[in-house]
């Protein structure tokens, strides 16, 4: 089991930053591939962005290249979102998931365990 809890998230204006961290616990960090999610009302959870376990590799959904970073600290069980540039579209609440795998997952069926989310709200 991993238990993962999400922090960071907050009400920020249009073209600001906020940094989601993800602290994980429970069985081996380290060999997780851990990616984000986001959900805003009335639409379906859609990926953001994924890392490996190494942290070498990451990918990103289109709308947010550029803007967003995925970072991990295996040291710190932690995984981070770095979001620059806001926008009013970024409101949703982010959740952090985790897959025991070498392929860095983008669907959400594919991850096997999920934090509890944490809302971000952009302002015009």
């Known amino acids: 089991q991993v238990q993962l809890v999400e922090s960071g998230g907050g009400l920020v204006q249009a073209g600001g930053s906020l940094r989601l961290s993800c602290a994980a616990s429970?069985?081996?960090?380290?060999?997780?591939?851990m990616g984000w999610f986001r959900q805003a009302p009335g639409n379906q959870r859609e990926f953001v962005g994924a890392?490996?376990?190494?942290?070498?590799?990451?990918y990103y959904a289109d709308s947010v290249k550029g803007r967003f970073t995925i970072s991990r600290d295996n040291a710190k069980n932690t995984v981070y979102l770095q979001m620059n540039s806001l926008k009013p579209e970024d409101t949703a609440v982010y959740y952090c998931?985790?897959?025991?795998?070498?392929?860095?997952?983008?669907?959400?069926?594919?991850?096997?365990?999920w934090g509890q989310g944490t809302q971000v709200t952009v302002s015009s």
């Open positions: 998931a985790a897959d025991d795998t070498i392929v860095i997952p983008t669907s959400t069926r594919s991850y096997d365990y």
């Open positions: 429970g069985r081996t960090f380290s060999t997780y591939a």
């Open positions: 890392i490996g376990w190494s942290g070498r590799t990451t």
